[in-house]
C-alpha cells in the first residue's frame, strides 16, 4: 500500500485494525521467545498499539516505526506519554520516551544501525497489511537489518483473497516459509479459527528465529 492510502486513513479517524485492549496471542506467546526480558523489542508499523505498552510493562525497551505522525501523537495523548529527550536521525523524526523510541518514517529506512539492540520483533496486523510485493521487501529488509537470533513473534491471517480485499490481506502459510526460508526456525506456535466479514479465515501465529 502506498503512503498516502495509510495517511488517509489515520485522517479519517476511521482505523479498524487498532485493538482496545492488549492482543491475547501476544500475552500468551511472548514468553515462548524464551528472552531475558529487557532486550529492545522493534515493532514495525507499529500504529498506535497498545500492545507497546505491554511490552514495556514486560521490562523490554521498544522501538516502534510508523509512518503517520498522527498515529504517533494520538498514542502519546491517549496514553498521556510525554517526549523526554529529542530524537536527531537521518530519516525519520519521532519521540524518545523513557523506554521507548517512537520514529516516524518509512520503515524501509531503518537501518542495521537503528537495530543493534534489537533482540526481538513484534508484528500484528504488519506483514498482512502490505500487498504481495510489498510483503517480499518487508520480509527481506528484516532479514536485512536483524541482528542473528532475534526472534520474531508474528500474528498472521488467511482467508480466500477472491472473497475479500485487503488489508488486511491473506498471506498463506507457504507464503511466510518462504520468505522467511533462510531463517534459523519456522513454527506455528498457536492457531485460531474465525470469521472476518462473514469469511472463514485462520490466525496463524508464528515464532521464527533470525
Ligand atoms: C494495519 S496497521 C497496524 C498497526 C499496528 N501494528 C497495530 O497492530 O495496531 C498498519 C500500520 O502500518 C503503517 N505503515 C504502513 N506502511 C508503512 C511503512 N512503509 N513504514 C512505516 N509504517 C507503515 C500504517 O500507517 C499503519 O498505521
Same mark, same amino acid.
Given at each position: #500500500?502506498?503512503?498516502?492510502?495509510?495517511?488517509?486513513?489515520?485522517?479519517?479517524?476511521?482505523?479498524?485494525?487498532?485493538?482496545?485492549?492488549?492482543?491475547?496471542?501476544?500475552?500468551?506467546?511472548?514468553?515462548?521467545?524464551?528472552?531475558?526480558? =529487557?532486550?529492545?523489542?522493534?515493532?514495525?508499523?507499529?500504529?498506535?498499539?497498545?500492545? #507497546?505498552?505491554? +511490552?514495556?510493562?514486560?521490562?523490554?525497551?521498544?522501538?516502534?516505526?510508523? +509512518?503517520?505522525?498522527? /498515529?504517533?501523537?494520538?498514542?502519546?495523548?491517549?496514553?498521556?506519554?510525554?517526549?523526554?529527550?529529542?530524537?536527531?536521525? /537521518?530519516?525519520?523524526?519521532?519521540?524518545?520516551?523513557?523506554? #521507548?523510541?517512537?520514529?516516524?518514517?518509512?520503515?524501509?529506512?531503518?537501518?542495521?544501525?537503528?537495530?543493534?539492540?534489537?533482540?526481538?520483533?513484534?508484528?500484528?496486523? /504488519?506483514?498482512?497489511?502490505?500487498?504481495?510485493?510489498?510483503?517480499?521487501?518487508? /520480509?527481506?529488509?528484516?532479514?536485512?537489518?536483524?541482528?542473528?537470533?532475534?526472534?520474531? +513473534?508474528?500474528?498472521?491471517?488467511?482467508? =480466500?483473497?477472491? +472473497?475479500?480485499?485487503?488489508?488486511?490481506?491473506?498471506?498463506?502459510?507457504?507464503?511466510?516459509?518462504?520468505?522467511?526460508?533462510?531463517?534459523?526456525?519456522? =513454527?506455528?506456535?498457536?492457531?485460531?479459527?474465525?470469521?472476518?466479514?462473514?469469511?472463514?479465515?485462520?490466525?496463524?501465529?508464528?515464532?521464527?528465529?533470525?
Amino acid at each position: #500500500m502506498q503512503a498516502d492510502f495509510w495517511h488517509a486513513m489515520w485522517e479519517s479517524g476511521v482505523v479498524g485494525f487498532q485493538q482496545t485492549e492488549i492482543n491475547g496471542y501476544l500475552q500468551q506467546h511472548w514468553q515462548r521467545l524464551g528472552l531475558q526480558g =529487557d532486550e529492545t523489542v522493534l515493532v514495525p508499523l507499529c500504529g498506535k498499539s497498545l500492545d #507497546m505498552l505491554w +511490552l514495556g510493562e514486560q521490562g523490554h525497551k521498544v522501538l516502534g516505526v510508523e +509512518l503517520s505522525q498522527k /498515529a504517533l501523537d494520538e498514542f502519546l495523548d491517549e496514553n498521556k506519554l510525554r517526549s523526554v529527550a529529542p530524537l536527531v536521525h /537521518a530519516h525519520f523524526c519521532g519521540y524518545r520516551l523513557s523506554a #521507548m523510541t517512537l520514529l516516524c518514517g518509512d520503515f524501509f529506512h531503518l537501518s542495521a544501525a537503528d537495530c543493534e539492540e534489537v533482540g526481538a520483533v513484534y508484528d500484528r496486523a /504488519a506483514i498482512v497489511a502490505l500487498p504481495p510485493e510489498m510483503r517480499k521487501q518487508y /520480509a527481506a529488509h528484516l532479514q536485512a537489518i536483524l541482528p542473528a537470533g532475534t526472534k520474531l +513473534l508474528l500474528v498472521n491471517l488467511e482467508y =480466500d483473497q477472491s +472473497l475479500l480485499n485487503g488489508p488486511p490481506f491473506s498471506v498463506p502459510e507457504s507464503e511466510i516459509c518462504t520468505l522467511f526460508a533462510d531463517c534459523a526456525r519456522i =513454527d506455528v506456535v498457536a492457531q485460531q479459527s474465525l470469521q472476518r466479514k462473514g469469511v472463514a479465515a485462520q490466525e496463524k501465529v508464528f515464532l521464527i528465529e533470525f
